[in-house]
């Protein structure tokens, strides 16, 4: 069978220590997983179900400048754990949850905040703000078998020296294996998943020349300059 265009290029991240690639399949956000980040964003931070919005695998950023994107004038930075699968299924236990997990990444959900915000208005998706180019620039990945299970741990976040972003993933509302087992509930998981788990308070915009320098404790860091 021959493709009638090119094939599209594989998103693939790094792993750490390696010189072998995780071919990315699909990109889960978990939307205001941190108590503290619902507040700031007006929202009431009682455990409700949680929700979810995607990112395209090719939005993944491996490099260390993000072109600060057109049609839009404010732009956010939200530093985020990101777990990698290596098998997936439909209806996956909580207790079993751990068991699809091949390592973890840090990341940052760069947001069209006003675009975001013209969408939820309207009542529309997000994609405009979420699913942009060069949304999701990654780290490169830390197999399990280095960091074990993570549930807790400092995830953080400097703009130009200063600290912006603060937490602890002990903090998030849905952790690890309860969000892996709810999504599986409403979508078969598959390896090559990556799922972004929230992001504690402190997000803010960000401008031309801007450096962001975060991480996660045992995982890793990410540098990015906003070119």
């Known amino acids: 069978m021959s493709f009638v265009i090119p094939a599209p290029k594989q998103p693939v991240l790094p792993i750490v220590g390696t010189g072998q690639t995780f071919p990315i399949h699909r990109i889960y956000c978990v939307g205001r997983n941190y108590a503290d980040h619902a507040r700031e964003m007006g ?40 777990v990698a699968l290596k ?12 068991d699809h997990i091949y390592g973890y990444a840090v ?21 405009v703000g979420k699913a942009f180019d060069h949304s999701a620039p990654c780290s490169p990945i830390r197999p399990k078998g280095q960091t074990g299970p993570i549930n807790e741990g400092r995830i953080w976040l400097n703009v130009n020296g200063a600290l912006r972003q ?9 952790n690890i294996p309860e969000t892996i087992s709810y999504l599986a509930g409403l979508f078969t998981l598959a390896a090559g998943d990556l799922i972004m788990t929230g992001t504690p308070a402190g997000v803010g915009p960000v401008q031309k020349g801007d450096r962001l320098h975060g991480g996660v404790d045992g995982v890793g860091e990410i540098e990015i300059e906003i070119g």
């Not at 929202?43 to 057109?70: A, C, G, M, S, T």
């Not at 098998?87 to 751990?98: M, R, Y």
């Open 166 to 174: 603060d937490g602890n993933l002990n903090q998030m509302i849905w």
């Open 43 to 82: 929202h009431d931070p009682d455990r409700e179900p949680p929700f979810f919005f995607q990112k395209n695998p090719d939005n993944v950023l491996l490099d260390d400048i993000f072109p600060y994107p057109d049609k839009s004038s404010n732009v956010h930075f939200e530093m985020e754990l990101i």
């Open 107 to 127: 990341g940052l959900d760069m947001t069209r905040r006003d675009l975001q915000g013209e969408a939820k208005k309207l009542g529309r998706p997000w994609e």
């Open 87 to 98: 098998s997936g299924g439909a209806d996956i236990p909580e207790s079993q949850a751990e």
